[in-house]
């Protein structure tokens, strides 16, 4: 995945039914929730190197109230 992320955007399905996605507001998402119901871009993968995070940043269609401006940051441990 980090290496198709790089080249260009990646379609993929999520579990959004959860309140963890659902009322996401900011920060690094570390909760998994089930049942694949939702379709989302993935757009980059990052990693900070102080706070020896890794994640994924993924554009969300609920547009710029939901979330990070419509993107939510996605732990990827």
């Keep these: 995945m980090t290496a ?3 080249q260009r955007p990646v379609a993929l399905a ?3 039914g959860d309140d963890y996605w659902r009322y996401y507001s900011g920060g690094i998402l570390n909760k998994c929730g089930t049942g ?3 379709g989302v871009l993935l757009v ?3 990693y900070n ?3 020896k995070v890794k994640y ?3 554009q969300n269609s609920w547009g ?3 979330g990070e401006k419509g993107y ?3 732990s990827r441990d």
């Design 36 to 38: 694949i119901d939702h």
């Design 64 to 66: 710029a109230s939901w």
């Design 72 to 74: 939510i940051r996605l």
């Design 49 to 51: 190197s102080v706070t």
């Design 56 to 58: 994924w940043k993924i």
């Design 4 to 6: 198709m992320v790089t």
């Design 14 to 16: 999520v579990a959004s």
């Design 44 to 46: 980059g993968v990052y």
